[in-house]
């Protein structure tokens, strides 16, 4: 008894309180944010089991035992269960589609009786132990063998797939900012790039599909055109002084000659297209020879970005027609290429006039006109930001992104003092999923990115959204308090 006594107390002395009062103050704002979006006029109480707010108020105590309890465990206990409760997990959200009932089109949701939990916001936690699992095994570097990136990227695709079975994307999305802890432990930032380099060009050949230059699709001319021109820099930028001339008559004679066989000979008509892309094959057939003739490694990477580039262009259009329709429509929303303010759009434009009416200080507690008169749906849920935009204005809005980054901040600095590798990697798991959430729930409410579905952590209603995003900051609490006590893990 004395033991468990002195190791409470040790738990409470060693526990990062600063993390735990922005925890508190941010599930305090967001239940009152809750009662603002979601009061009845004719029973306005914070604490009524009728309305939002006050079923969320039992969420939250249930979340405060919960992590009550978490602290109590061992801290040694999460790294040894880690593969277990993962494989639990994924179980658990493997036979979710089969028993879960359809929500407006998904399967992602468990009833137990009245009580409703989502799986998914329960494999975050679970997927962040096992890739800290993996990271802290015994001389395990991620650089070292091809099959560690093949784990790694396993663990975090797993979920992904399960969840994306339960037409649940915005879920699933979530998982693929662990991607970022992978960069932290040592892959390759080329591998990142690549991925923002896919997102730009998606964006640049969606966008830009309509109009044509040349006879060719402005985005896909527009793409094109970057590549072609980083190709003849890096074909000019590897010659010697004394060869940029030749090689540049070369590289022209090469493309005149490819236009000449394809237009004299053989009569066929060469569109501006054709030419483009033989100009781009050219530059990449001499840097591919110059790779091999000075070994320079760079080169065949540049060409493989370059070759990657051009043949992801190509297959945007067929990515993009396999999106169900609604999908399709939001991003077109979101990339302006039509405005549906009474559809797709509806949503993100009544936000945006909540935001902006509520100016510098806002409107005051409960006295929100678009909150009032509903004009936002799900606006206790995913859209819960517009309503402090509206009723504290810029410098409430401004106040819950200060929150944020305080306590991304401490969650970063707890992992880099984390003394075990297990720790580290699971602190900087926690980071980037609430940095993840963070800007793209705001994103989608102030029109930057689509609306995908996400909450705002601690702050949405819902009870699974807490409960998933209490586990995993308490679980790292646990483990940084026991670094600074005598507890091992």
């Not at 939250?60 to 409760?85: C, H, S």
Request: glycine residues 8%; charged residues 15%.
């Amino acid at each position: 008894m004395q033991n468990r006594r002195s190791e409470t107390s040790s738990i409470l002395r060693n526990i990062d309180w600063p993390t735990v009062l922005i925890y508190l103050a941010m599930v305090i704002c967001g239940v009152v944010s809750i009662y603002a979006a979601s009061y009845d006029f004719d029973e306005a109480s914070l604490f009524s089991a009728d309305e939002f707010s006050g079923k969320q108020i039992r969420w939250i105590g249930l979340a405060f035992a919960l992590g009550f309890v978490i602290l109590l465990i061992n801290a040694r206990m999460y790294e040894t269960y880690a593969y277990p409760i993962y494989l639990a997990v994924m179980i658990l959200l493997l036979i979710t589609p089969f028993v879960a009932h359809d929500i407006k089109g998904s399967r992602s949701w468990i009833s137990f009786g009245a009580m409703s939990l989502q799986p998914a916001e329960f494999a975050k936690f679970a997927t962040a132990l096992a890739l800290a699992k993996l990271f802290s095994g015994y001389q395990f570097v991620l650089n070292a063998k091809f099959t560690n990136y093949v784990m790694a990227v396993g663990i975090i695709v797993l979920p992904v797939i399960l969840i994306l079975a339960q037409n649940e994307t915005g879920s699933a999305l979530t998982f693929m900012a662990l991607f970022f802890v992978l960069y932290r432990e040592g892959m390759s930032g080329l591998i990142l790039f690549t991925a923002m380099l896919a997102v730009v060009i998606f964006v640049i050949a969606i966008k830009f599909t309509e109009t044509a230059v040349l006879g060719i699709p402005t985005g896909e001319f527009v793409v094109l055109l970057i590549v072609a021109v980083i190709m003849i820099g890096m074909a000019v930028m590897y010659s010697r002084r004394t060869e940029i001339g030749r090689n540049l008559i070369i590289w022209f004679a090469a493309v005149g000659l490819i236009e000449w066989l394809l237009s004299g000979p053989l009569g066929i008509e060469i569109p501006a297209l054709a030419i483009t892309l033989s100009a781009v094959a050219v530059a990449c057939i001499y840097l591919v020879f110059e790779a091999i003739h000075r070994r320079r490694r760079k080169i065949l990477i540049a060409c493989g970005a370059a070759v990657f580039s051009v043949g992801f262009m190509f297959s945007v259009n067929f990515a993009f027609n396999q999106l169900q329709p609604h999908q399709q429509q939001r991003i077109k929303v979101v990339l302006g290429i039509e405005e549906d303010l009474r559809g797709a759009g509806y949503n993100v434009n009544q936000s945006k006039i909540a935001i902006g009416s509520g100016g510098f200080f806002g409107k005051g507690f409960l006295n929100g006109t678009q909150t009032k008169l509903k004009y936002v749906p799900e606006q206790h849920t995913d859209f819960i930001f517009c309503t402090i935009g509206e009723e504290k204005g810029f410098m409430g809005a401004a106040a819950v992104v200060a929150l944020y980054v305080a306590l991304i901040l401490r969650i970063i600095a707890m992992a880099e003092r984390q003394p075990k590798t297990f720790g580290r990697v699971y602190a900087y798991c926690v980071a980037s999923y609430l940095i993840f959430h963070f800007c793209i729930n705001i994103g989608m409410v102030i029109g930057l990115c689509p609306v995908i579905g996400i909450p705002l952590p601690f702050f949405s209603y819902g009870g699974s959204s807490l409960w998933g995003f209490t586990i995993l900051l308490f679980i790292l609490l646990k483990l940084d308090s026991s670094r600074r006590s005598a507890l091992s893990y």
